[in-house]
């Protein structure tokens, strides 16, 4: 059973810091693109990033480039995404999913059930 | 950025008729190399993340059953949900892997007349 479990989320101030976490122990992690999506709480679903599967490439939607970083750690299985500079549209939950196969075109077999960051003063 | 718009933003259908959603993309998703169409289709129910329904336009994911159809090419696409059950009630959302960024339709929200 693949398993992706996010943590991290929180209330923080506009401007703040918060850095998510994705765990992935149960598939070999280091075969995968992975991306965090995230989804305003009773709005539709947005992709933010993505990361190759050695780390080596990384794509952002343009609201979030240059203030939130997406990185992995393979020997942890572990993905990540460091939010900085944050605003009120940044409120929402924040999932993290596995792509179908190892192309970055391709769409997320697997999601977490996402974690709640909630920017406000 | 490619937009995705999906028909009917809502839609309400009997238990045991057939549910149509449609989505439309800004430019055409058929990569001519080799003749497939990077758009999925995805389910979310309350309080859960979205479950990968179809991918390739048209082929259904393991496990999804095969009242769940998805067909079209280029810029129009289509969701058929056959004989719906209860469990069916969910909004379901388009989603095209063409180019990036990866986008999504709004959402069709499915309830039961």
């Known amino acids: 059973e693949v398993q992706l479990v996010e943590s991290g989320g929180g209330l923080v101030q506009p401007g703040g810091s918060l850095r998510l976490s994705c765990a992935a122990p149960?598939?070999?992690?280091?075969?995968?693109?992975m991306s965090w999506l995230r989804q305003a709480p009773g709005k539709g679903l947005e992709w933010v990033a993505n990361?190759?599967?050695?780390?080596?490439?990384?794509n952002y939607v343009d609201s979030v480039k240059g203030r939130f970083t997406i990185s992995r750690d393979n020997a942890k299985n572990s993905l990540y995404l460091q939010m900085n500079s944050l605003r009120g549209e940044d409120t929402a939950f924040y999932y993290c999913?596995?792509?179908?196969?190892?192309?970055?075109?391709?769409?997320?077999?697997?999601w977490g059930q996402g974690t709640l960051v909630t920017v406000s003063s | 950025d490619i937009v995705m718009t999906q028909s009917p933003d809502s839609l309400a259908v009997s238990l045991g008729e057939r549910a149509t959603i449609n989505c439309k993309s800004s430019?055409?998703?058929?990569?001519?190399?080799?003749?497939?169409?990077?758009f999925a289709w995805y389910q979310q129910k309350p309080g859960q993340p979205p479950k990968l329904l179809i991918h390739?336009?048209?082929t259904r994911e393991s496990g999804v059953p095969d009242r769940f159809s998805g067909s079209g090419s280029g810029t129009d696409f289509t969701l058929t949900i056959n004989s719906l059950q209860a469990e069916d009630v969910a909004v379901y959302y388009c989603?095209?892997?063409?180019?990036?960024?990866?986008?999504f339709g709004q959402g069709t929200k499915l309830e039961i007349k």
């Open positions: 999913a596995r792509h179908l196969r190892n192309s970055e075109f391709s769409p997320w077999d697997y």
């Open positions: 149960t598939f070999t992690f280091n075969n995968y693109w």
């Open positions: 990361i190759k599967t050695d780390g080596s490439e990384t």
């Open positions: 430019q055409s998703l058929l990569w001519s190399s080799n003749n497939k169409n990077y």
């Open positions: 390739w336009a048209s």
């Open positions: 989603q095209q892997y063409y180019s990036h960024p990866e986008t």
